[in-house]
């Protein structure tokens, strides 16, 4: 028997009311995400690939169509703490240590302090922090103040994992490194994640489906299942298979913009 999709969306679009107007950010998008899947969202600025991440997490609420999380209302995903979620910045207090920014949403849970060490460090392993518990953020590159931020977002235990960015600000070698990282995380943890980039070759090394998005009002243009491998050197990007993906999604985006 196929399991239901961890999150499903119908139909559904978003129209924030502005001073200028009406600005139709989703329009019309259904997609299903299976458990263990690893869904980049990819698109020209303003097509509606965070609205849509925001949307999962209940940041934002949809103007028609419906989206379920865990087969429930994002409202009520996010009540049973339901994903972790990861922005742009980290976002990490400057006046806590790396091991109380990771710790801070199980002091808000009320979880017990033998629980909470414990956690803190299982996932400050998992991202390769151990030795920069007590460092502050200031302190810290800012790769590693994103590891911390997916350890903080790691710390509750949530099976959905969903990152808008993480790595957009770094550069390219730091964000090589930290793409190997997260799928080997992901192959550890076997979470399902929903990612949003710019960057084309980001989106094929790391996803098992590609999810190309129109400029505003966004919608779906092609949804790519990988055929690539589980496993994944970073020379694989010179692959054929690799190569054709990445044109693949690179269509995708073209027609995008010659349907405007």
């Not at 990771?102 to 849970?109: A, D, G, H, K, S």
Request: aromatic share 6%; proline share 5%.
């Amino acid at each position: 028997m196929n399991q239901a999709p961890v999150i499903s969306a119908k139909n559904l679009s978003l129209t924030f009311q502005t001073n200028d107007g009406p600005v139709h950010a989703l329009q019309d998008v259904t997609l299903d995400v299976d458990k263990g899947d690893f869904v980049s969202f990819i698109g020209p600025s303003g097509c509606g690939k965070t609205t849509f991440l925001r949307v999962m997490a209940d940041l934002e609420r949809p103007t028609a169509g419906t989206i379920t999380v865990n087969a429930v209302s994002p409202e009520a995903a996010r009540k049973a703490r339901a994903y972790g979620y990861v922005f742009q910045h980290a976002g990490l207090y400057p006046w806590r240590t790396v091991g109380g920014n990771v710790r801070l949403p199980l002091e808000i849970m009320g979880i017990n302090k033998e629980t909470q060490d414990q956690r803190v460090a299982e996932v400050i392993g998992l991202v390769h922090l151990e030795g920069f518990e007590k460092k502050y953020p200031w302190q810290l590159s800012g790769g590693m103040q994103q590891r911390a931020s997916i350890a903080r977002a790691l710390a509750f235990q949530a099976d959905i994992l969903l990152m808008d960015e993480p790595f957009g600000a770094l550069d390219e070698i730091v964000r090589d490194h930290l793409n190997e990282q997260l799928l080997d995380l992901w192959a550890r943890t076997n979470k399902t994640i929903g990612f949003v980039t710019h960057s084309i070759p980001e989106a094929v090394y790391l996803s098992t489906k590609i999810v190309v998005m129109s400029p505003r009002p966004g919608r779906i243009t092609d949804v790519i299942d990988s055929t690539l491998p589980k496993e994944r050197p970073l020379d694989i990007r010179d692959s054929a298979e690799f190569i054709e993906i990445a044109h693949r999604v690179r269509d995708g985006l073209r027609s995008g913009h010659a349907d405007e």
